[in-house]
């Protein structure tokens, strides 16, 4: 499926399923959280975009490496965004230098590649990316901080649904004006994939929710990317029954050092 079209489907299909029940939620009474709302929602185009082009070249197993650079990006922006997380580490160093190891192995694990001039070209052009995808999380993260607790559910209903209407939009616009056309839209070899885009909603409310009580959104992104050995298992599982699957996945040393990072990294946020 072509990028674009893809992410049409992927605002289209929240904003369907969402789009009726808008009668019956309580809306954010500030308008910082829609305005954030919006923005992420082209930043989001914006990434998403130059992230499933990047793979087209130089293949999803390099460029799922390059992501959790963001990592560090996240935990910095943070910090500078909330100074007084700074006086907090400076007064809890073992627990300042526990987060530091945690963050740096989950980062280490799954940065893995081989260095070759394809993967320095692809570091240049995922740079944005990085930057980008830093900024959407911190955005999540200020989005969740204009919601009240008890109306969460509430908070992460608008934010997907206004988030989703802004990169269908986008990349409608986006798809026509590069010529695509519009019997795409309805052609059955594409329509068969919208209900994949469910689980989307799901995956965001809780990411959402994640972000809501997370100290350093660095923290949440870290714990995600686990999906690695999600990816690996059932790429190991599709090879069995005869697919053809290019997915290597990591070492299992590095599997397990993504896991004790991660466990690390729960442990001292209790």
């Known amino acids: 499926m072509p990028p674009k079209l893809f992410m049409f489907y992927r605002g289209f299909v929240p904003v369907l399923v969402l789009l009726p029940f808008l009668c019956v939620v309580e809306f954010v009474y500030d308008w910082r959280f829609y305005a954030l709302c919006v923005v992420q929602g082209l930043l989001i185009s914006f990434i998403d975009y130059r992230n499933f082009r990047a793979m087209r ?5 390099t460029i799922s490496s390059i992501h959790p650079f963001n990592i560090s990006f996240i935990f910095v922006f943070w910090m500078l965004l909330k100074p007084t997380t700074i006086v907090e580490y400076i007064h809890n160093p073992l627990h300042f230098f526990g987060i530091i190891v945690a963050l740096c192995g989950v980062m280490y694990a799954l940065s893995s590649f081989k ?8 570091l240049k052009y995922m740079f944005l990316f990085i930057v980008g995808s830093s900024l959407c999380d911190i955005f999540n993260k200020l989005c969740m901080g204009f919601v009240d607790s008890e109306k969460l559910v509430y908070g ?3 934010y997907i649904l206004i988030t989703s209407f802004v990169i269908m939009l986008v990349n409608f616009w986006l798809y026509c ?8 839209f309805i052609d059955r070899k594409y329509i068969k994939y919208v209900p994949i885009m469910l689980v989307l909603i799901f995956s965001i409310a809780t990411k959402n929710f994640a972000m809501f009580s997370t100290p350093n959104p660095s ?3 870290a714990i995600m990317y686990v999906y690695v050995i999600w990816i690996m298992s059932v790429a190991r599982i599709l090879h069995k029954y005869g697919v053809n699957c290019q997915y290597r996945g990591l070492p299992w ?9 991660v466990f690390l990294l729960i442990l001292l946020q209790k």
Request: aromatic residues 16%; positive net charge; charged residues 25%.
């Open 219 to 221: 923290f949440a992104k």
């Open 115 to 122: 260095k070759s001039w394809r993967n320095n070209l692809a």
């Open 253 to 261: 040393k590095k599997v397990l050092l993504l896991l004790a990072s």
């Open 177 to 184: 004006w590069d010529n695509g056309k519009l019997s795409d």
């Open 57 to 61: 070249v130089w293949g999803a197993e």
């Open 156 to 158: 992460s209903y608008f």
